[in-house]
Protein backbone atom coordinates (compact mmCIF):
# COMPACT_ATOMS: atom_id res chain seq x y z
CA UNK A 1 0.00 0.00 0.00
CA UNK A 2 1.13 3.53 -0.70
CA UNK A 3 1.44 5.84 2.33
CA UNK A 4 1.04 9.54 1.43
CA UNK A 5 2.29 11.75 3.72
CA UNK A 6 1.25 15.43 3.65
CA UNK A 7 3.36 18.18 5.49
CA UNK A 8 2.67 20.20 7.85
CA UNK A 9 -0.53 19.46 9.37
CA UNK A 10 -1.68 22.78 9.91
CA UNK A 11 -0.63 25.83 8.09
CA UNK A 12 -1.27 29.24 9.66
CA UNK A 13 -0.71 32.06 6.82
CA UNK A 14 -2.76 35.39 5.73
CA UNK A 15 -4.23 36.47 2.63
CA UNK A 16 -2.50 37.16 -0.39
CA UNK A 17 0.30 35.11 1.04
CA UNK A 18 1.98 32.35 -0.61
CA UNK A 19 1.08 28.66 0.48
CA UNK A 20 3.41 25.48 -0.06
CA UNK A 21 1.71 22.33 0.67
CA UNK A 22 3.92 19.03 0.26
CA UNK A 23 2.53 15.21 0.07
CA UNK A 24 5.41 12.24 0.59
CA UNK A 25 4.94 8.94 -1.19
CA UNK A 26 6.32 6.29 0.41
CA UNK A 27 7.01 4.59 -2.83
CA UNK A 28 7.26 6.04 -6.28
CA UNK A 29 3.73 6.85 -7.69
CA UNK A 30 5.09 8.48 -11.13
CA UNK A 31 3.05 11.36 -11.83
CA UNK A 32 -0.17 10.35 -10.92
CA UNK A 33 -1.13 11.86 -7.86
CA UNK A 34 -4.47 14.26 -7.00
CA UNK A 35 -5.21 17.29 -4.99
CA UNK A 36 -8.66 18.10 -3.40
CA UNK A 37 -10.05 20.74 -1.49
CA UNK A 38 -12.36 20.15 1.30
CA UNK A 39 -14.35 22.93 3.20
CA UNK A 40 -16.75 21.97 6.09
CA UNK A 41 -19.56 20.27 5.27
CA UNK A 42 -18.73 20.09 1.63
CA UNK A 43 -17.55 17.70 -0.16
CA UNK A 44 -13.83 17.35 -2.01
CA UNK A 45 -13.22 19.28 -5.12
CA UNK A 46 -10.65 18.11 -7.59
CA UNK A 47 -8.05 21.03 -8.09
CA UNK A 48 -5.14 18.81 -9.87
CA UNK A 49 -4.53 15.66 -11.18
CA UNK A 50 -1.67 14.07 -12.94
CA UNK A 51 0.64 16.25 -10.33
CA UNK A 52 0.60 19.06 -12.15
CA UNK A 53 -2.62 19.57 -14.35
CA UNK A 54 -5.21 22.06 -13.09
CA UNK A 55 -9.12 20.68 -12.87
CA UNK A 56 -11.40 22.40 -14.92
CA UNK A 57 -12.75 25.95 -12.93
CA UNK A 58 -9.36 25.89 -10.79
CA UNK A 59 -7.83 29.41 -10.93
CA UNK A 60 -4.21 29.69 -11.63
CA UNK A 61 -3.08 30.64 -8.88
CA UNK A 62 -3.27 27.38 -7.92
CA UNK A 63 -0.27 25.15 -9.18
CA UNK A 64 1.01 21.27 -8.75
CA UNK A 65 4.36 19.79 -9.26
CA UNK A 66 6.48 17.11 -8.40
CA UNK A 67 7.23 13.58 -9.59
CA UNK A 68 8.60 10.11 -8.55
CA UNK A 69 8.05 10.83 -4.21
CA UNK A 70 7.76 14.28 -3.63
CA UNK A 71 4.60 16.24 -4.73
CA UNK A 72 4.18 19.79 -4.08
CA UNK A 73 0.64 22.10 -4.17
CA UNK A 74 1.36 25.82 -4.24
CA UNK A 75 -1.17 28.61 -3.61
CA UNK A 76 0.19 31.48 -4.87
CA UNK A 77 -1.57 34.49 -3.58
CA UNK A 78 -3.88 33.03 -0.98
CA UNK A 79 -7.91 34.28 -1.18
CA UNK A 80 -10.06 34.26 1.71
CA UNK A 81 -12.07 31.25 0.42
CA UNK A 82 -9.02 29.57 0.09
CA UNK A 83 -8.52 28.60 3.95
CA UNK A 84 -9.91 24.54 3.90
CA UNK A 85 -8.20 21.36 3.93
CA UNK A 86 -6.58 19.78 1.36
CA UNK A 87 -5.65 16.17 0.26
CA UNK A 88 -3.30 14.67 -1.99
CA UNK A 89 -4.18 11.32 -3.78
CA UNK A 90 -2.70 8.73 -5.36
CA UNK A 91 -3.98 6.05 -8.48
CA UNK A 92 -0.34 4.45 -9.60
CA UNK A 93 -0.14 1.78 -7.24
CA UNK A 94 -3.96 0.54 -6.88
CA UNK A 95 -5.78 -0.77 -4.74
CA UNK A 96 -6.44 0.74 -2.51
CA UNK A 97 -6.62 3.93 -3.38
CA UNK A 98 -4.80 5.89 -1.05
CA UNK A 99 -5.38 9.56 0.28
CA UNK A 100 -2.69 11.59 2.80
CA UNK A 101 -4.25 12.45 5.91
CA UNK A 102 -4.65 16.09 4.93
CA UNK A 103 -2.95 19.73 5.72
CA UNK A 104 -5.37 22.22 7.05
CA UNK A 105 -4.60 25.47 5.88
CA UNK A 106 -6.09 28.49 8.50
CA UNK A 107 -6.37 32.15 8.70
CA UNK A 108 -3.59 33.48 10.83
CA UNK B 1 -26.28 19.90 -15.43
CA UNK B 2 -23.96 17.30 -14.08
CA UNK B 3 -25.19 15.55 -10.52
CA UNK B 4 -24.54 12.90 -7.86
CA UNK B 5 -26.73 12.25 -5.70
CA UNK B 6 -26.65 10.22 -2.62
CA UNK B 7 -29.30 8.52 -0.30
CA UNK B 8 -29.69 5.73 2.28
CA UNK B 9 -27.76 6.70 5.17
CA UNK B 10 -28.99 5.97 8.24
CA UNK B 11 -28.95 4.97 11.97
CA UNK B 12 -28.05 0.94 11.78
CA UNK B 13 -27.40 -1.18 14.73
CA UNK B 14 -23.98 -3.11 14.34
CA UNK B 15 -24.26 -6.19 12.46
CA UNK B 16 -27.09 -4.73 10.41
CA UNK B 17 -27.22 -3.83 6.93
CA UNK B 18 -27.75 -0.71 4.56
CA UNK B 19 -27.80 0.02 0.85
CA UNK B 20 -26.61 3.53 -0.15
CA UNK B 21 -28.05 4.80 -3.78
CA UNK B 22 -26.40 7.67 -5.78
CA UNK B 23 -28.47 8.94 -8.25
CA UNK B 24 -26.25 10.55 -11.30
CA UNK B 25 -27.53 12.53 -14.09
CA UNK B 26 -25.75 14.85 -16.52
CA UNK B 27 -23.41 12.30 -18.44
CA UNK B 28 -23.22 8.49 -19.80
CA UNK B 29 -23.13 7.06 -16.47
CA UNK B 30 -22.46 3.68 -18.23
CA UNK B 31 -18.97 4.39 -19.14
CA UNK B 32 -17.51 6.22 -16.30
CA UNK B 33 -15.79 4.10 -13.75
CA UNK B 34 -17.54 5.36 -10.09
CA UNK B 35 -16.06 4.99 -6.71
CA UNK B 36 -17.47 4.99 -2.84
CA UNK B 37 -15.40 7.39 -0.48
CA UNK B 38 -16.07 7.76 2.74
CA UNK B 39 -14.99 10.02 6.11
CA UNK B 40 -15.48 9.15 9.37
CA UNK B 41 -16.42 12.40 11.74
CA UNK B 42 -13.52 14.53 11.78
CA UNK B 43 -11.17 12.58 9.83
CA UNK B 44 -9.72 12.24 6.73
CA UNK B 45 -10.75 10.59 2.89
CA UNK B 46 -10.99 7.09 2.98
CA UNK B 47 -11.36 4.95 -0.18
CA UNK B 48 -13.84 2.15 -0.14
CA UNK B 49 -14.89 0.54 -3.66
CA UNK B 50 -14.77 1.04 -7.17
CA UNK B 51 -16.15 -0.16 -10.22
CA UNK B 52 -14.71 0.09 -13.59
CA UNK B 53 -15.95 2.06 -16.49
CA UNK B 54 -15.17 -0.39 -19.51
CA UNK B 55 -16.22 -3.75 -17.69
CA UNK B 56 -17.75 -2.84 -14.52
CA UNK B 57 -14.39 -4.87 -12.38
CA UNK B 58 -15.06 -4.26 -9.06
CA UNK B 59 -12.55 -3.01 -6.33
CA UNK B 60 -12.69 -2.97 -2.25
CA UNK B 61 -10.65 -1.48 0.24
CA UNK B 62 -9.43 -4.76 2.40
CA UNK B 63 -11.86 -3.17 5.32
CA UNK B 64 -14.23 -3.56 3.25
CA UNK B 65 -13.71 -6.79 1.43
CA UNK B 66 -16.23 -9.31 1.80
CA UNK B 67 -19.34 -6.86 3.57
CA UNK B 68 -19.90 -4.41 0.66
CA UNK B 69 -20.66 -4.66 -2.58
CA UNK B 70 -20.50 -2.05 -5.33
CA UNK B 71 -23.08 -2.26 -8.57
CA UNK B 72 -24.68 0.15 -10.67
CA UNK B 73 -27.82 0.09 -13.04
CA UNK B 74 -27.33 1.39 -16.19
CA UNK B 75 -31.28 1.64 -16.77
CA UNK B 76 -31.64 3.53 -13.96
CA UNK B 77 -28.25 5.25 -14.01
CA UNK B 78 -27.74 4.31 -10.32
CA UNK B 79 -24.55 3.41 -8.26
CA UNK B 80 -25.12 1.12 -5.56
CA UNK B 81 -23.47 -0.18 -2.35
CA UNK B 82 -24.70 -2.79 -0.33
CA UNK B 83 -23.45 -2.71 3.02
CA UNK B 84 -23.49 -6.02 5.54
CA UNK B 85 -22.39 -6.70 8.25
CA UNK B 86 -22.13 -3.14 9.46
CA UNK B 87 -19.36 -1.79 12.72
CA UNK B 88 -19.13 0.85 14.73
CA UNK B 89 -15.91 1.54 12.89
CA UNK B 90 -18.00 1.99 9.74
CA UNK B 91 -19.88 5.66 10.84
CA UNK B 92 -18.84 7.88 8.12
CA UNK B 93 -20.37 10.26 5.87
CA UNK B 94 -19.86 8.53 2.39
CA UNK B 95 -19.65 9.68 -0.98
CA UNK B 96 -19.99 8.74 -4.25
CA UNK B 97 -17.68 10.39 -7.07
CA UNK B 98 -17.00 10.14 -11.05
CA UNK B 99 -13.61 9.77 -12.89
CA UNK B 100 -12.82 12.62 -15.19
CA UNK B 101 -12.30 10.16 -17.88
CA UNK B 102 -14.42 8.41 -19.56
CA UNK B 103 -13.33 4.00 -19.69
CA UNK B 104 -11.52 2.14 -17.71
CA UNK B 105 -10.11 2.87 -14.01
CA UNK B 106 -8.50 6.33 -14.71
CA UNK B 107 -9.14 7.10 -10.49
CA UNK B 108 -9.69 10.90 -11.08
CA UNK B 109 -12.32 12.06 -9.27
CA UNK B 110 -14.13 15.67 -10.63
CA UNK B 111 -17.28 15.12 -9.32
CA UNK B 112 -18.66 14.31 -5.96
CA UNK B 113 -21.96 14.12 -4.55
CA UNK B 114 -22.93 15.82 -1.13
CA UNK B 115 -22.40 12.61 0.98
CA UNK B 116 -24.65 10.35 2.90
CA UNK B 117 -24.39 9.49 6.47
CA UNK B 118 -24.33 6.16 8.04
CA UNK B 119 -23.78 5.60 11.60
CA UNK B 120 -23.47 2.24 13.30
CA UNK B 121 -24.61 2.33 16.73
CA UNK B 122 -26.12 0.19 19.29
Known amino acids: EVVLTQSPATLSLSPGERATLSCRAS??????LAWYQQKPGQAPRLLIYDASNRATGIPARFSGSGSGTDFTLTISSLEPEDFAVYYC??????????FGQGTRLEIK | ELQLVESGGGLVQPGGSLRLSCAASGFTFSTYAMTWVRQAPGKGLEWVSSISGRDDTTYYADSVKGRFTISRDTSQNTLSLQMNSLRVEDTAVYYC???????????????WGQGTLVTVSS
Open chain 1, 27 to 32: QSVNIY
Open chain 1, 89 to 98: QQRYNWPPLT
Open chain 2, 97 to 111: AKVLTAGGTNMVFDY
